[in-house]
C-alpha cells in the first residue's frame, strides 16, 4: 500500500461547527503531516508529527487541532473556523530518505 | 532558513515538445534532497523526480530529467516529449534528510499549460 488516505474529500461546515479531517497511511512513515493550501500557491506547513509527538506546529491558531492515534493515523479537528480558513487541507507521510507521499486532501469551505 | 525560488510563474509548451522549469535554491547545508512535484487540477500533489545532493549523475525519470549544478544551487527540470496531460502547476521542493519529520519547503510554483 503506497497510499495516503484522506476523509471526507469535500467538507462545508459552518462557523460554529465541529468537524474532524482523517488521514490514513499503511507504508510504515513514522512522519506525517498537515499542510494548507490556497489556490495556485505553495502548500504551507501546518503541523508535523515524528513518531507519534507533535514536533512542530508552526504558530497555528487553537481553533485547528492535530491528534496522531497511532503510527498510521492523524486527525485534524476543526472548531469555529473562519470564512479564510476556507482552502485545500493535504496530509502527508514520509520516509527520511525519500520524499513525500500527499493524500489528494480535503477541500474545505467555511460558510 | 533555506529558500526555494521558482523564477516562472507560467510557462507554456507546444505538444510534443522540450520544456525546462527553473528553480534555485539557497541552504548552508551540505546534504539535502531535491523533488518537483507536478499539481494538476484535481490537486493531488504528485512526485515528480527526486534528487540526492550527494550524487552527481542527474535523475532522469522517463521523459523527466533534472540538471542539477550544486555549486550553483540549481535544480531545473526539463520535460521531453510534452503531453497534454502534463499540464499542471509544478513545485520544486527542498529537504534535508532527517531521521524523521523534516520539513519540505516548497517554490512558488510554475504553471505549465501544454498546447495542443
Known amino acids: 500500500d503506497t497510499e495516503v488516505t484522506q476523509t471526507p474529500k469535500h467538507l462545508v461546515m459552518g462557523m460554529t461547527n465541529k468537524k474532524s479531517l482523517k488521514c490514513e497511511q499503511h507504508?510504515?512513515?513514522?512522519?506525517m503531516y498537515w499542510y494548507k493550501q490556497k489556490a495556485k500557491k505553495p502548500p504551507e506547513l501546518m503541523f508535523v508529527y515524528s513518531y507519534e509527538k507533535l514536533s512542530i506546529n508552526e504558530s497555528v491558531p487553537s481553533r485547528f487541532s492535530p491528534e496522531c492515534p497511532n503510527s498510521s493515523l492523524l486527525n485534524l479537528h476543526l472548531h469555529a473556523l473562519q470564512p479564510e480558513d476556507s482552502a485545500l487541507y493535504l496530509c502527508?507521510?514520509?520516509?527520511?530518505?525519500?520524499?513525500?507521499?500527499f493524500g489528494s486532501g480535503t477541500r474545505l469551505t467555511v460558510v | 532558513a533555506q529558500t526555494v525560488t521558482q523564477s516562472q510563474p507560467e510557462m507554456s509548451v507546444q505538444e510534443a515538445e522540450t520544456v525546462t522549469l527553473s528553480c534555485t535554491y539557497d541552504t548552508s547545508e551540505s546534504d539535502y534532497y531535491l523533488f518537483w512535484y507536478k499539481q494538476p487540477p484535481s490537486r493531488q500533489m504528485i512526485l515528480v523526480i527526486r534528487q540526492e545532493a550527494y550524487k552527481q549523475q542527474n535523475a532522469t525519470e522517463n521523459r523527466f530529467s533534472v540538471n542539477f549544478q550544486k555549486a550553483a544551487k540549481s535544480f531545473s527540470l526539463k520535460i521531453s516529449d510534452s503531453q497534454l496531460g502534463d499540464a499542471a502547476m509544478y513545485f520544486c521542493?527542498?529537504?534535508?534528510?532527517?531521521?524523521?519529520?523534516?520539513?519540505?519547503?516548497f517554490g512558488e510554483g510554475t504553471q505549465l499549460t501544454v498546447n495542443p
Open positions: 507504508m510504515g512513515h513514522r512522519a
Open positions: 521542493a527542498y529537504r534535508t534528510p532527517q531521521s524523521s519529520g523534516s520539513r519540505l519547503t
Open positions: 502527508a507521510s514520509s520516509h527520511p530518505l525519500y520524499g513525500y507521499t
